[in-house]
Nanobody, 119 residues
Framework: QVQLVESGGGLVQPGGSLRLSCAASGFTFSTYTMSWYRQAPGKERELVAAISTIGGSTNYSMKGRFTISRDNAKNTVYLEMYSLKPEDTAVYYC??????????????WGEGTLVTVSS
């Protein structure tokens, strides 16, 4: 059974930094593409960053201020965020799917962790 557990969310001031973690279990982590999505109130869920089965060699981000990485030895994927803005406030979700490409219509989702950027 696939399990994805996010952590690291919370309240941060504008301009601050935060690192989210997603601990994975129940599957062969190294063969799965991992990604982070977010959903703000009243908006659709959007892809933030994805990293392929190659691991830390292929970082990718849809937002320039965010960086995704993975540690296959720990079955964990991270999202580093910096220069945070109030509009970054959202629930952030971890996603996993088999194969080299991100596939949001397949795979598994975590429960999400709330990030609030406010002074």
């Amino acid at each position: 059974q696939v399990q994805l557990v996010e952590s690291g969310g919370g309240l941060v001031q504008p301009g601050g930094s935060l690192r989210l973690s997603c601990a994975a279990s129940g599957f062969t982590f190294s063969t799965y593409t991992m990604s982070w999505y977010r959903q703000a109130p009243g908006k659709e869920r959007e892809l933030v960053a994805a990293i392929s089965t190659i691991g830390g060699s292929t970082n990718y981000s849809m937002k320039g201020r965010f960086t995704i990485s993975r540690d296959n030895a720990k079955n964990t994927v991270y999202l580093e965020m910096y220069s945070l803005k109030p509009e970054d406030t959202a629930v952030y979700y971890c996603h996993a799917n088999w194969g080299p490409l991100v596939r949001p219509d397949s795979g598994s989702w975590g429960e999400g962790t709330l990030v609030t950027v406010s002074s």
